[in-house]
């Protein structure tokens, strides 16, 4: 592969790994509070089309971000108001939720097809986009992708270094101790559930607004079950989790770009990488998992009642 | 039991309503979509040509199903448009081929018209346009637009169709000048726009200037837009996401075709036939072309256009080679439209592979 083609690849894969990351970061909080949330996917795309509808109405996609997160937020309160108050199965009511938002952003979005809005526009950010080589790789995007770069180290903080990321591990982890701590394991996993559905709402708007600038049907394409892997991929951790996301974003773009130089490689095989990639590192993951290096949090999936 | 009679419920009203609302000889025509009309690419456009016949001629009511999956459900939503009086159904994909023509066998008296398909029977036609000739079009274009000499092209999924309609478009490009390359990148989704953009991406980062597609969605040309490339669309208009430096894009127009199959049901004499329509019936066509476009070229794709449908070229007249060099349609060789219908090896110039 031709050498200056490398810092652009770094670029592409910042860019196709941004929407997965976002998503990813917000579920990694509710599931740290103990809530699985396989609706994500849904709530992506009830944010794609909020965002795109609220910023071609408005002219400003920052507002249409704002709505994103917010219908992501509306959206996820189903999930946590089925999973947390009347404690339905997780995976049950995950799943209605992305059945649910993919029908319905398909149609409300029907009369938002074929039109265009008004979306972002990469930002250099001063001093640090005239660094060689990295400069052009991570300071020459549009602003949601800072927004993820933010994200990274500030979750790693909440979770790790302040009393409310106690509280959310130990509801996660133990919710009965927590619970006779007087931590309420309500408020902290509504919290996180609802934080999480903002998150994905966000990474639906970087689809409709930042990475492509329009509405079409069922456009997240898979991209938040992708996400739901890169949780596990970074053992619920920020850090790693991004890490999976980029990596992930990384190989898509490499698969393309070696396509597009016109590699011999049976193209079949370039074009699974990203999954088996996938595949590789939930098994990597798994792995070490059982050696005892990650946690699942412990109680991920079940719910919590009181006395029980 | 309770859905039973809700659907008994819903298809008695219907049919209430619709004796006591339509006209009585309404001709009620159903339409399935294998995607969402929400695509602004293949649905999209069946679906307008669905409205053109709803408009067009009157007392024709219709009715359509989107997103639904090829197999089972098929059967289920073919056998419930027959049993509910449609008197024609359209299928709208490849994958449709053999669940309809079971269905077919079942309702006698409804006919079937199922696009892109090579089975029938006495109720089951088969439809499809010359697409490759419109692509060949845009090739034109495109070959002329590029200064690089470098052209990207998104691919959706490696079957002969879209491999011959990449082709066409090259040998497009290669008509005004042999020198270009075309890169071609597969996404292998039909739909994707995430991934159909950064395809574009990878092809504008090699050099690229021209970004044309065969994918569903415009998001290639919106993508090279905001980079200052030129795009050249597909399946639908595609200059409302690059006003600036679209080129072309080559596009599907069912409505004549749907009219012209009705209109014979309606009287009468309606066969069922193989129909592969040329450009000249207008199914197949281009967008109006971009502002960067001049007079010349506009005149050159016309002069070729004329030529396309009075017969006095094709696309795939010989001589044509492969990527390796190898002679495969001869030179005075007018290939059959089997041969159209295989094919599954790319031209020269292309840089890319079919993947086996």
């Given amino acids: 592969m031709e050498l200056s083609l490398v810092p652009l690849l770094l670029e592409a894969a910042v860019r196709a790994g941004t929407p997965i990351l976002l998503v990813a970061l917000g579920e990694l909080l509710a599931e740290r509070a103990g809530i699985l949330n396989l609706g994500v996917e849904g709530m992506m795309l009830v944010g794609a089309l909020t965002g795109f509808i609220v910023s071609q109405q408005s002219g400003e996609p920052w507002i249409g971000v704002l709505a994103a997160a917010m219908a992501g937020v509306m959206l996820s309160c189903v999930h946590a108001f089925l999973s947390i108050s009347l404690h339905a199965n997780q995976v049950g009511s995950g799943l209605a939720l992305t059945i649910f938002g993919t029908g319905l952003s398909g149609l409300l979005g029907k009369s938002f097809v074929g039109v265009p809005a008004k979306g972002f526009a990469p930002i250099a950010v001063p001093w640090l986009a005239d660094v060689p080589l990295l400069g052009r790789m991570f300071f020459q995007h549009d602003p949601l992708v800072y927004v993820a770069y933010l994200l990274v180290p500030g979750l790693w903080v909440l979770l790790y270094r302040t009393r409310p990321g106690l509280k959310v591990r130990a509801v996660g982890e133990q919710p009965r101790s927590a619970d006779a701590l007087g931590i309420s394991v309500v408020v902290v996993r509504y919290s996180c559930v609802l934080a999480g559905g903002s998150a994905a709402g966000l990474g639906g708007a970087y689809l409709s607004l930042a990475y492509t600038q329009m509405w079409v049907d069922n456009m997240t394409a898979g991209r938040g079950w992708i996400a739901l892997a890169m949780v596990i991929f970074g053992g619920w951790n920020p850090v790693r989790t991004a890490l999976g996301a980029y990596l992930f974003g990384g190989v898509q773009a490499l698969q393309l770009r070696l396509q597009a130089i016109g590699v011999t490689v049976p193209t079949y095989l370039l074009m699974m990488t990203p999954y088996a990639f996938t595949i590789l590192a939930l098994i990597i993951a798994s792995a070490s998992r059982a050696r005892g290096h990650v946690g699942t949090p412990t109680a991920l999936g079940r719910a919590y009642i009181r006395g029980e | ?356």
């Fill in chain 2, 1 to 356: 039991m309770a859905k039973w009679l809700a659907v008994m419920v819903i298809t008695l009203l219907t049919s209430v309503l619709g004796a006591a609302g339509g006209t009585p000889e309404a001709l009620k025509v159903g339409f399935i979509y294998v995607g969402p009309v929400g695509d602004y690419g293949w649905s999209y456009a069946h679906d307008q040509g669905r409205k053109y016949l709803e408009t067009t001629l009157p007392d024709v009511q219709t009715t359509y199903v989107e997103s639904v999956p090829e197999g089972a459900d098929a059967e289920r939503v073919l056998t419930q448009l027959a049993r509910s009086g449609h008197k024609v159904i359209v299928a709208t994909s490849y994958g449709y081929m053999d669940t309809m023509l079971k269905v077919a066998e079942r309702f006698p008296d409804v006919v079937f018209l199922h696009c892109s398909g090579h089975k029938r029977r006495a109720n089951m036609g088969t439809y499809f346009g010359r697409m490759y000739q419109a692509s060949y079009l845009t090739g034109l274009v495109a070959g002329t637009m590029t200064q690089k000499k470098r052209i990207g092209y998104v691919a959706p999924i490696p079957i002969p169709e879209v491999i011959r309609i990449t082709n066409a478009f090259v040998l497009g490009v290669r008509a005004v000048n042999p020198e270009v390359n075309v890169h071609v990148v597969w996404t292998n989704a039909w739909y994707d726009p995430a991934t159909e953009s950064e395809a574009a991406n990878s092809l504008l980062d090699i050099g690229a200037d021209v970004i044309a597609t065969q994918s569903d969605s415009p998001a290639p040309v919106q993508t090279a837009e905001r980079r200052g490339a030129y795009g050249v669309g597909f399946n639908a208009d595609a200059s409302k996401f690059a006003p600036e430096k679209h080129l072309t894009s080559a596009i599907w127009n069912w409505g004549p075709y749907y009219a012209a199959a009705v209109k014979q049901v309606r009287a009468g004499t309606w066969k069922s036939t193989d129909e592969w329509w040329p450009i000249g019936t207008g199914i197949v066509g281009l967008s109006p072309f971009g502002p960067v476009v001049v007079d010349t070229l506009k005149n050159l794709v016309e002069q070729r256009k004329q030529d396309l449908i009075a017969g006095r070229f094709d696309v795939f007249w010989g001589p044509i080679k492969d990527q390796s060099g190898k002679l495969r349609i001869a030179a005075g060789e007018k290939p059959a439209d089997e041969m159209l219908l295989g094919m599954n090896w790319f031209v020269e110039s292309v840089v890319g592979t079919v993947p086996k």
